[in-house]
């Protein structure tokens, strides 16, 4: 027994040195594992956080490309109205002129023929201007 004592202390003594090197092994893995488990949860945070960041970001540049949005439509719609309103105005102004110049020629010639006399008949054109002074400008135009 004495021979084999020592070298059956000596293999359980190396089993155990190397159970409790496996042990530390063990143990340093799990403290790195721990450790890289509290750095993701801590990336984790942080993108979370960038994230909620990012999206508060997003719905103000929303907002803000809304009311620009709207800001642009209304403008649009505002200098097509005013164009609209310059072409009534032109249109109104041709039929204005149109409506002057028939009744100069229809009350001229009422007159020529109502006054034979051909000494008279230069002084019965009635000026298209004075016309003009007659017809009233038209709703909402100051001229």
């Known amino acids: 027994m004495r021979k084999i004592y020592p070298l059956i202390a000596k293999t359980l003594d190396d089993h155990i040195e190397s159970v409790r090197s496996k042990i530390r092994e063990a143990e340093l893995l799990q403290e790195e594992a721990y450790i890289a488990f509290k750095r993701a949860n801590e990336k984790k945070s942080d993108i979370e956080g960038m994230i909620e960041e990012n999206r508060r970001i997003s719905i103000k540049k929303i907002k803000q490309l809304h009311e620009e949005n709207e800001k642009y439509l209304k403008s649009l719609h505002e200098r097509y109205e005013a164009s609209l309103q310059a072409r009534l105005e032109a249109e109104l102004a041709k039929q204005k002129d149109l409506v002057i110049e028939k ?25 298209k201007e004075d016309l003009k002074k007659l017809i009233p400008p038209a709703a909402g135009r100051n001229h």
């Open 103 to 127: 009744l100069s020629e229809i009350i001229n010639e009422r007159l020529s023929e109502e006054i034979n006399d051909s000494s008279y008949k230069s002084y019965i054109n009635i000026p």
